[in-house]
């Protein structure tokens, strides 16, 4: 079945030690997504690839990187996780703004 | 300020009770979603309402799109404990192209 994948589903890590979440889609969606959803909140847009065209939240933190290397793989870089950053991260992907497709989701753990 | 006004917050109901979650923007969407997200997973695509006026069921489910595009609802009737989630709507703006943006949520309980 064509999908959104993430790895890993858990991540922890270390307080100001960089990690690295990946997302993979088999839909061939031009458009990939990161959300970042704390408990009991809804998920907040990070950045978005439109095609290879990188467009940031201007309230995403500098600390939150992306990679887009080829149409089916979106990475997601923490260059020094805090506490705070400690979250659900999301990747979603669509056609252009439709038919939006969700992963499960990484939880990462920041200690 | 919240772009998407989603109630109520929390619900907590008996099965076979029927209820509605709203969803409320001044804002004007070019088309608007519902999702059901279960603890530990994402969320889960339900419906897409893209005409004003539109309503679209889904089972017990029914959803309805407002006629100038501001505003949503989602209506279960006889809800199920396996209807227990949260919901989320999401609209996409007609000036943000791809971008979808979330309201609070409703987390719903429906208890046996």
């Known amino acids: 079945d064509a999908m959104v994948i993430q790895n890993p589903r858990y991540q922890v890590t270390q307080f100001g030690k960089p990690v690295t979440l990946s997302c993979s889609q088999t839909?061939?969606?031009?458009?990939m997504y990161w959300y970042q959803q704390k408990s009991s909140q809804a998920p907040k847009l990070l950045f978005h690839?439109?095609?290879?065209?990188?467009?940031n939240e201007a309230d995403t933190p500098d600390n939150f990187q992306s990679r887009r290397p080829n149409t089916s793989f979106c990475f997601l870089d923490i260059r020094s996780p805090g506490l705070g950053d400690a979250a659900m991260y999301l990747c979603?992907?669509?056609?252009?703004?439709?038919?939006?497709?969700f992963g499960s989701g990484t939880r990462l753990t920041v200690v | 300020t919240q772009l998407l006004e989603q109630s109520p917050q929390f619900l907590s109901i008996q099965e076979g009770e029927n209820l509605t979650v709203y969803c409320n923007s001044s804002?004007?969407?070019?088309?608007l979603q519902w999702y059901r997200q279960e603890p530990g997973e994402g969320p889960v695509l339900l419906v897409t309402?893209?005409?004003?006026?539109e309503v679209k069921k889904l089972k017990r489910l029914t959803f309805q799109f407002g006629d100038a595009r501001k505003d949503s609802s989602l209506h279960i009737t006889a809800a199920q404990p396996g209807d227990t989630g949260l919901y989320l709507c999401?609209?996409?703006?007609?000036?943000?192209?791809?971008?979808?943006?979330f309201g609070e949520g409703t987390q719903l309980t429906v208890n046996p």
């Open positions: 839909l061939n969606h031009n458009v």
């Open positions: 309402v893209v005409t004003g006026g």
């Open positions: 999401a609209g996409a703006l007609q000036i943000s192209g791809s971008r979808l943006t």
């Open positions: 804002s004007v969407f070019s088309s």
């Open positions: 979603a992907t669509s056609r252009g703004g439709f038919g939006y497709t």
């Open positions: 690839y439109y095609d290879k065209d990188f467009n």
